[in-house]
């Protein structure tokens, strides 16, 4: 089965810097690669999908990178802005075996101060 | 177009006694999948159920059971519970088996004493 692993310390950056999200991943499977953000008490919201053909995909201030060789998965906030402070969350959705089902890493905190 | 709803929001239930969880899924949606998230576990997926069927289930005890009705609105129960039930259960609807992305609902925060 799919193990998905994020950095369990806090993120913490500078309002306007790049934050950068690492998401490792084994037992590799074709799969479909994706983010949410979480606030506290609340349930994930979809950000981005990306399918393994796929390098990088954008989307306004956000990026993302999915390497099938290194197994991970790199996002990216550019301009970030203390609104962005959240867990964020990756899963990763198996193509094949897997059950058909999201598999959820345990998240990165990222607080983003003035 | 609404978002899902889940019904309640907060539930304070005694070891023992049993518990239903109610979700919505938005509307046109069929497929809908319920997790158990916890700070030490996170984000735990229970069970999915699309066209009023179970398509898949996590590694839960028999304790923890669903269904879905004709309108795809969906129900989760937890039988006997336990204090390690007590956690944040969340519902995401998505619109069929070739769609991934998920929209989540806000969760139930199931307390139990």
């Known amino acids: 089965s799919q193990k998905i692993e994020q950095n369990s310390e806090a993120l913490n950056i500078q309002e306007g810097k790049t934050a950068t999200l690492t998401c490792n991943y084994t037992?590799?499977?074709?799969?479909?690669l994706q983010w949410y953000r979480q606030d506290p008490g609340r349930g994930p919201v979809f950000l981005l999908l990306?399918?393994?053909?796929?390098k990088e995909k954008r989307k306004e201030r956000l990026k993302v990178t999915f390497d099938t060789t290194l197994k991970q998965s790199l996002f990216h906030i550019t301009a970030s802005q203390p609104a962005d402070s959240a867990t964020y969350l990756c899963?990763?959705?198996?193509?094949?075996?897997?059950?058909?089902?999201?598999?959820f890493g345990t998240g990165t905190q990222l607080k983003v101060e003035l | 177009k609404a978002g899902v709803t889940q019904t309640p929001r907060y539930l304070i239930k005694t070891r023992g006694q049993q518990v239903t969880l109610s979700c919505s899924p938005i509307?046109?949606?069929?497929?809908v999948s319920w997790y158990q998230q916890t700070p030490g576990q996170g984000l735990q997926f229970l069970f999915e159920y699309f066209s009023e069927t179970q398509r898949n289930k996590g590694n839960f005890p028999g304790r923890f059971s669903g269904r879905q009705f004709s309108n795809s609105r969906s129900e989760m129960n937890v039988s006997t519970l336990e204090l390690g039930d007590s956690a944040l259960y969340l519902c995401?609807?998505?619109?069929?088996?070739?769609?991934?992305?998920?929209?989540f609902g806000p969760g139930t925060r199931l307390t139990v004493t």
């Open positions: 037992n590799y499977s074709p799969a479909y």
């Open positions: 899963a990763l959705f198996p193509l094949t075996g897997g059950g058909n089902k999201l598999t």
């Open positions: 990306i399918r393994e053909n796929e």
């Open positions: 509307s046109g949606h069929r497929s």
């Open positions: 995401a609807s998505r619109y069929g088996t070739a769609s991934y992305e998920q929209y």
